[in-house]
């Protein structure tokens, strides 16, 4: 079975700076990554096991925890792992930084600003989650 994932490929085109040409086999991954250690580490394995088994069978009662709650956070904590990896190609051949005769690739300085741009953004939405979920204990599974 496919691993099923809080947010789509839309949602990180939509809500980040990633431009829409992006290939979503360059960053999928980065969602995941995402989800299972971020998010976890909010819901708890019982509560991400729920949510996963309700989208994927189109049912539930988590609409606005998803939807107001979790999507924003995994959104750029998602951008936040992928940004380390989004200037190289790994391949075959070894691993090879993106050049472009009409860009200018960026620092590591400037790199890492972006990436701690996306966390401020991620724990800003985490905060808010963390609190919906002290104030709805009725969401946890039994």
């Known amino acids: 079975m496919a691993e099923v994932l809080l947010i789509s490929r839309n949602d990180i085109v939509k809500y980040t700076a990633l431009n829409g040409s992006v290939d979503v086999d360059k960053f999928i991954q980065f969602i995941l990554i995402a989800q299972n250690i971020h998010i976890l580490n909010f819901l708890g ?3 991400l096991e729920k949510l996963k088994s309700d989208i994927a069978g189109g049912t539930g009662n988590y609409q606005t925890l998803t939807q107001t709650y979790i999507k924003p956070s995994l959104v750029h904590y998602s951008m936040m792992e992928y ?8 391949g ?6 993106h050049t472009s005769e009409a860009a200018t690739a960026i620092t590591d300085q400037e790199l890492e600003k972006l990436i ?3 966390r401020k953004i991620a724990e800003n939405y985490a905060t808010r989650l963390v609190d919906y979920l002290c104030n709805n204990s009725t969401l946890f599974p039994e």
């Open 92 to 97: 075959n051949k070894g691993v090879f930084k």
């Open 83 to 90: 940004l380390p990896f989004s200037t190289v190609t790994i």
């Open 45 to 47: 394995s019982d509560l």
């Open 116 to 118: 701690a741009a996306e």
